[in-house]
């Protein structure tokens, strides 16, 4: 039977205020409204709705002036509403291939794959490409991955790369190799002359990982930025 109008609305709204939580983290409800275009009260209702699933849950913060304000955020039962790549990558697979193979085995398994990626992503990533360009491109195939990927620029040709999502999240912490190889890839695809910090890891507790992404010779500044038009290379 098909879904009511009305009822695919709201799913959609919901789904809009998810995804809204994962790429920009705590959000109260007031802006979650001013920004899909519904009433407060509408966001509210849900919220609440997402809340009784166990999707999202709120916490106060101090405001200037008034009663302290609910900022909303997403729990870890929401990370099933996202790309999750068990299929390639699964716990019990890295397992298997540890005892298989040792610790040396399983490594020289992570290197073939990431010199897999490399060939990949290089086919698209062309080293004549500006820096601006190479990250875009490259944001491009990690979101087709379900990494939900974007950059900001921070100015004066440096950028903050951001995943908002890992979609081999559960493989990572049993296999800490993954997140190394996955910034010799990065390091590798952007070229000499480029220099790619992390400085934010969702395996260390935060909500998502971001790469810190300048020139050789340039100092990185602040640890986050907003978003902001694109800087001149």
Same mark, same amino acid.
């Given at each position: 039977?098909?879904?009511?109008?009305?009822?695919?609305?709201?799913?959609?709204?919901?789904?809009?205020?998810?995804?809204?939580?994962?790429?920009? $983290?705590?959000?109260?409800?007031?802006? %979650?409204?001013?920004? &899909?275009?519904?009433?407060?009260?509408? &966001?509210? +209702?849900?919220?609440?709705?997402?809340?009784?699933?166990?999707?999202?849950?709120?916490? @106060?913060?101090?405001?200037?002036?008034?009663?302290?304000?609910?900022?909303? !955020?997403?729990?870890?039962?929401?990370?099933?509403?996202?790309?999750?790549?068990?299929? *390639?990558?699964?716990?019990?697979?890295?397992?298997?291939?540890?005892?298989?193979?040792?610790?040396? $085995?399983?490594?020289?398994?992570? !290197?073939?794959?990431?010199?897999?990626?490399? #060939?990949?992503?290089?086919?698209?990533?062309?080293?004549?490409?500006?820096?601006?360009?190479?990250?875009?491109?490259?944001? *491009?195939?990690?979101?087709?991955?379900?990494?939900?990927?974007?950059?900001?620029?921070? $100015?004066?040709?440096?950028?903050?790369? &951001?995943?908002?999502? /890992?979609?081999?999240?559960?493989?990572?912490?049993?296999?800490?190799?993954?997140? #190394?190889?996955?910034?010799?890839?990065?390091?590798?695809?952007?070229?000499? $002359?480029?220099?790619? @910090?992390?400085?934010?890891?969702? %395996?260390?507790? @935060?909500?998502? /990982?971001?790469?810190?992404?300048?020139?050789?010779? +340039?100092?990185?500044?602040?640890?986050?930025?907003?978003? +902001?038009?694109? #800087?001149? @290379?």
């Amino acid at each position: 039977m098909t879904e009511p109008a009305d009822a695919r609305d709201e799913s959609k709204t919901r789904r809009r205020i998810v995804k809204m939580l994962k790429t920009d $983290g705590p959000l109260d409800s007031a802006t %979650l409204a001013e920004r &899909i275009g519904v009433s407060p009260m509408a &966001i509210r +209702q849900h919220l609440y709705i997402l809340q009784d699933q166990k999707m999202v849950t709120a916490k @106060e913060r101090a405001v200037p002036v008034g009663r302290p304000a609910k900022y909303w !955020e997403l729990t870890r039962k929401a990370d099933r509403l996202f790309p999750d790549a068990y299929a *390639e990558l699964s716990v019990s697979l890295i397992d298997s291939l540890n005892d298989a193979f040792g610790a040396d $085995g399983l490594q020289r398994i992570l !290197e073939r794959r990431t010199a897999r990626q490399r #060939a990949s992503y290089s086919a698209r990533i062309l080293a004549a490409m500006p820096l601006r360009r190479k990250l875009q491109k490259l944001a *491009e195939i990690r979101t087709e991955e379900g990494y939900m990927a974007e950059v900001r620029s921070e $100015g004066a040709g440096k950028y903050l790369f &951001i995943e908002n999502h /890992c979609p081999i999240c559960a493989a990572a912490s049993s296999c800490t190799g993954l997140c #190394a190889n996955e910034l010799m890839l990065f390091r590798m695809i952007l070229g000499p $002359g480029t220099n790619v @910090e992390r400085v934010e890891h969702i %395996l260390a507790g @935060e909500r998502r /990982c971001a790469y810190r992404i300048t020139k050789e010779g +340039q100092t990185t500044g602040h640890r986050s930025g907003g978003r +902001q038009k694109w #800087a001149r @290379e």
